[in-house]
């Protein structure tokens, strides 16, 4: 005879599709505590959204803007773009002035200290970094900008207004943070600001040269942001007598200036990455005298002293290091 199926206990909830039971009392506490959660989230704001302010809004004219910000349209009217926009025809949106980068401000006079009612181009502005660039971008597209999407800059979330300041000439050009290009990539910078300071350095300080002549804060198509598709071609700008071609091409030269050098600065004479004659034999260590333990008895006041420790180390004879076209010079000798 089949076996009859037990009367159902009232005081459980089966739930024969996952084979166990329930007691009915604690399901009810769970369900309980679950909608007294849910009522003790935090509630929506009421207040509306930068985009929804903005949908919202009406243009009210620079006088409008003007009115009470008296300190910013004094700064502003000295800058290219207060002339630019000064002379835009109607109908475009460079005519709008204040309005065409930071939206229009009829949300903004109802409530000034509301930050979801005005595009501001500051960290503690509620505009969006992403929106704050797309704003820029508009009108400057393209040329050095081309890279901009997916750089390094960019990837690190870094906003237009975090080196240029569009309201104030700071700068003799690009309206920049700072009082030139230099300054404002220190900010971020600090271990190249302090590179520049060793002994042997770039002539960045002295003011022959500035951080863009080499890189492209934009945005670029290698790495480090270069101004060009490799170390070596950017070098090559100035050092036009290392480019060869040579009869006798020494391999790291052509394979990475900065085999021997730093970009920025070094302590080291001609900013070597170390002295002579030990970055010399960092790879000349397999055989001859190339490989000899150099002491301080063969420094130039010892007993027994040696020419790679005096002048120019190794290229005392050897002085055609980056390469050579005489047909002797396999050893870079002459």
């Known amino acids: 005879m089949r076996k009859k199926n037990p009367a159902p206990n009232p005081q459980f909830i089966s ?9 009915r009392l604690l399901l ?15 509630k929506q704001s009421s207040q509306p959204s930068l985009h929804e302010a ?8 620079e006088q ?5 910000h008296q300190l910013e349209f004094q700064h502003w009217s000295h800058t290219a773009h207060a002339n630019i926009f000064q002379q835009a025809t109607a109908q475009t949106l460079a005519a709008r002035s204040c309005e065409a980068c930071h939206g229009p401000g009829s949300e903004h006079l109802i409530n000034p200290t509301d930050l979801n009612r005005i595009v501001a181009f500051t960290r503690r502005s509620l505009t969006p970094i992403k929106q704050q660039n797309a704003i820029c971008l508009q009108c400057h597209r393209g040329g050095k900008r081309i890279h901009w999407p997916g750089s390094s800059h960019q990837n690190n979330d870094l906003s237009c207004s975090d080196c240029h300041n569009p309201m104030a000439k700071l700068s003799r050009q690009g309206l920049l943070t700072e009082n030139s290009i230099n300054q404002t990539c220190f900010n971020c910078h600090q271990q190249q600001r302090a590179e520049f300071r060793k002994r042997s350095h770039m002539p960045l300080p002295e003011g022959k040269m500035s951080c863009v002549d080499c890189h492209n804060p934009h945005g670029s198509a290698n790495s480090a942001l270069l101004n060009a598709l490799t170390i070596n071609q950017l070098c090559y700008r100035c050092h036009s007598e290392k480019r060869g071609p040579f009869i006798w091409e020494h391999a790291p030269v052509r394979e990475n200036c900065l085999n021997c050098h730093q970009a920025h600065g070094s302590n080291h004479e001609s900013l070597l990455v170390t002295t002579r004659p030990f970055l010399c034999q960092s790879c000349h260590s397999n055989r001859g005298h190339p490989n000899d333990l150099l002491t301080t008895g063969q420094l130039p006041g010892g007993s027994l002293p040696d ?6 180390s190794c290229q005392n004879c050897h002085l055609q290091v980056h390469g050579s076209n005489h047909p002797s010079g396999v050893r870079f000798h002459r």
């Open 15 to 23: 739930f024969p599709f996952l084979g166990f039971r329930y007691p």
């Open 28 to 42: 009810w506490v769970s369900g309980l505590l679950l909608a007294i959660s849910c009522s003790e989230l935090p």
């Open 54 to 61: 903005q949908a919202a809004a009406d243009y009210v004219g």
């Open 64 to 68: 409008v803007c003007a009115s009470c």
């Open 307 to 312: 020419a790679r420790l005096m002048n120019r």
